[in-house]
């Protein structure tokens, strides 16, 4: 007769030829392919327990396969809520049940949930956001050199006809007046432009408004000429007009643009002589409530009225006691108006000194305004994005789309909203060809469905996986001594990274990336190579003999199912809408092929299921508590030990100290000493159910060391073959 430790040492010595020899077995190849071709066909928990064929395979996969007949009692299992702690199953002490109940997606209602997808993965959310950023710097850019050219240009025009057929001009001079260009009749513009204004009844006066303003800011004579002896534009008019453009074609001012009005301001000042002045001047005003923290504009311009017209000496007055945005009683203090809102006779609006510290005040704040902006904005998109589940979600929401719209290039006033919805729900080509090719981009930032609704979005791994894969990681970290830090650290780069990759091989050139993926699956990243990792990820898991399923390391197969990768490398959607992802059909076709072997190992030797048993589970064991807890694992535990079953009557916690005082626990996490226990339980059962001779020998040299003192595999099987021949 063979002994267990003969037998245990032979199974162990080649655990993967082993398992993929009970893989090939006729019957558990017929089970498995027939689990693997009819899971996907399940679509909800009773359609699952009525298939006495895949309900009976999953259950023995986990270890459950004598509960099995308690249908009704499996399916409170499945349909349970993990994430809620008083659920059935977390109530359940076994973790085998909660194993069970994660390994599927059953709904509380019993179907199968699709997962709720949002309209974008966080690395898109990102990108748009980058891009929206971008885009509202441009915008400001973009005046700033319209603006140069305008400073550049303007000087060598000698006629009407130069200033209105330069398109660039012509557009910048009516932007600044605000008057639209595409509604602009350049024939009144002309007739402005060459205007009598000493007439009144000139057609700039009797126009008066936009076409008066940009009479003002030009001398032609009525010839459309420059007049004689004097330029085309002042230094002053010029001024005035990149002011003005910069005013009303930006929200926001640019270092140039603040320059521009730091001088138009000290000018301008210049000319205040009453409140009503100041008030009645939009640049004027809105340069004063910038550099006194209003942020360019006032919702209470009364409020702004009687503040400057108060005694900042008064503490009663209104000035010093409203407690509105902004600063009211500096603004009062700074600015020499009277009760009646007039600039005393002998005084100015500002001293020299308090109109040096209102131009350093604006110079400060200026910015404020945009950087508030686009962090409100960008805050309010990050927070009802995750509530987008449809695009008619996303389109309802005016603020939403403008940002998107903005981030992507388009105007939100002119953009058209129907083939925005077509790009989003059916990608740009739909638009036929030549289309813009800010739809395709757009339409890349999105995962919605031709039916409007947020789908899966193609990514190396899906959001379920990763979370997965970084609990797995955590925990592997800690067993191997990894310190908090670098756990924490390395889980945030993956977290932040692997949304990103769009490519096998971006993946694998990130050796941090796959360094993670293969130590949270229990495997020392030197021990893989790039070719392995790329045959294995690249596989196709439903077919036996692809290498994934034929060659592969188990629990490298196990790691590649958990990715997207298709057989050309690129990232997919992977398996969604059913009762199984995946990664867990792959698990789960894994442990039901080993407990299929452990259990026919058991028919001929039950010490060699108990060690095989121990070796699988060893892995999760962190404590005596968790040996304790699981009576194959306490019994190995106490046949290599020498522990009488009788210990186990002791209190639970006498016991844990007994077993953590004689095992070294986070021993077993090493291979070769978990072997070495294992193969001392093997020897120390065959002397307890006497099997085979030598036994005097054995137990000389088992009882001579401890249980973690490394006897060799070799000297055992050999001291075992002895004893059996």
Not at 290 to 299: D, P, R, V
Not at 331 to 352: H, I, M, Q, R, T
Not at 376 to 396: G, I, P
Not at 492 to 509: K, N, P
Request: proline fraction near 3%; aromatic fraction near 8%; avoid cysteine.
């Amino acid at each position: 007769m063979v002994s267990t430790l003969a037998r245990y040492t032979l199974v162990n010595s080649d655990l993967t030829a082993n398992l993929r020899r009970t893989a090939r077995e006729p019957i558990v190849a017929a089970d498995t392919s027939y689990y693997r071709e009819n899971i996907g066909s399940v679509h909800s928990v009773d359609d699952f327990v009525d298939d006495y064929r895949l309900f009976s395979y999953a259950m023995k996969a986990y270890g459950l396969e004598d509960m099995t007949y308690a249908k009704a009692f499996m399916k409170k299992v499945l349909t349970s809520d993990l994430s809620d702690k008083d659920s059935f199953a977390n109530k359940l002490a076994d973790p085998r049940y909660t194993d069970f109940a994660a390994a599927f997606r059953f709904s509380s209602d019993g179907t199968v949930s699709n997962g709720s997808f949002d309209g974008q993965t966080d690395a898109q959310e990102d990108d748009t956001i980058g891009l929206y950023s971008q885009k509202a710097q441009d915008g400001l850019t973009s005046v700033d050199t319209q603006t140069a050219y305008y400073r550049k240009t303007i000087g060598s025009v000698t006629s009407v006809d130069d200033l209105l057929g330069n398109s660039q001009l012509v557009t910048y001079a009516l932007q600044a007046n605000d008057i639209d260009p595409k509604y602009a009749s350049l024939a009144d513009v002309r007739k402005a432009l060459t205007s009598d204004l000493s007439d009144p009844g000139s057609f700039a006066n009797t126009a008066g408004g936009a076409l008066l303003d940009i009479a003002k800011d030009y001398n032609f004579a009525a010839d459309g000429t420059v007049k004689d002896g004097e330029p085309v534009q002042t230094d002053d008019q010029i001024l005035s007009v990149t002011a003005d453009y910069g005013f009303l074609q930006s929200a926001y001012t640019t270092p140039k643009m603040a320059a521009d009005n730091t001088d138009n301001f000290t000018k301008g000042i210049a000319s205040v002589h009453s409140v009503d002045d100041l008030m009645g001047d939009s640049q004027l005003l809105s340069y004063v409530l910038t550099a006194f923290g209003f942020g360019g504009y006032t919702s209470e311009p009364d409020a702004v009225r009687e503040a400057l017209t108060s005694d900042p000496d008064d503490p009663t007055s209104f000035a010093n006691t409203t407690e509105l945005e902004g600063n009211y009683a500096e603004l009062a203090e700074f600015f020499d108006f009277d009760a009646e809102g007039n600039v005393p006779e002998g005084k100015s609006a500002l001293s020299a000194d308090n109109l040096d510290l209102v131009t350093k005040s604006y110079t400060n704040a200026y910015d404020d305004a945009f950087k508030a902006h686009t962090d409100t904005e960008t805050a309010y998109y990050r927070k009802a994005s995750a509530n987008v589940t449809s695009v008619d979600d996303l389109m309802s929401d005016d603020r939403l789309t403008d940002y998107v719209l903005q981030a992507y290039g388009f105007d939100p006033e002119t953009a058209d909203l129907a083939k925005v919805k077509t790009a989003l729900t059916d990608g740009g080509a739909k638009l036929g060809p030549g289309h813009d090719a800010r739809y395709d981009a757009l339409a890349a930032a999105f995962n919605f469905s031709p039916a409007g609704d947020a789908a899966p979005p193609d990514v190396a791994q899906s959001n379920a996986n990763r979370k997965n894969t970084e609990t797995a990681y955590a925990t592997a970290a800690k067993k191997a001594g990894t310190d908090n830090g670098t756990i924490e650290a390395e889980t945030r780069y993956y977290d932040d990274t692997i949304g990103t990759v769009t490519s096998l091989d971006a993946f694998l050139d990130d050796d941090r990336l796959v360094s993670y993926a293969l130590k949270a699956g229990g495997i020392d990243p030197d021990s893989v190579d790039r070719d392995q990792l790329l045959k294995t990820l690249t596989s196709d898991f439903d077919d036996p003999d692809s290498y994934a399923n034929a060659t592969a390391d188990r629990a490298l197969r196990e790691v590649a199912a958990s990715f997207n990768f298709t057989a050309d490398g690129e990232v997919g959607t992977g398996v969604t809408g059913t009762a199984q992802s995946r990664a867990n059909t792959v698990r789960t076709s894994d442990l039901y092929v080993r407990e299929t072997m452990e259990g026919e190992e058991g028919d001929d030797d039950t010490g060699v299921r108990l060690a095989l048993y121990f070796e699988r589970k060893a892995p999760e064991i962190t404590s005596a508590y968790d040996i304790l807890a699981d009576s194959a694992l306490l019994k190995v535990t106490q046949t290599a030990l020498g522990l009488s079953s009788a210990t186990g009557q002791a209190d639970i916690d006498v016991q844990a100290n007994y077993i953590s005082d004689r095992l070294d626990i986070d021993g077993l996490q090493d291979p070769d000493t978990l072997s070495d226990f294992l193969s001392q339980f093997s020897a120390m059962y065959d002397l307890d159910n006497g099997t085979g001779s030598g036994t005097s020998s054995a137990l000389t040299l088992i009882t001579g060391s401890s249980a973690s003192s490394g006897i060799s595999g070799d000297l055992l099987l050999d001291i075992a073959s002895l004893r059996s021949g």
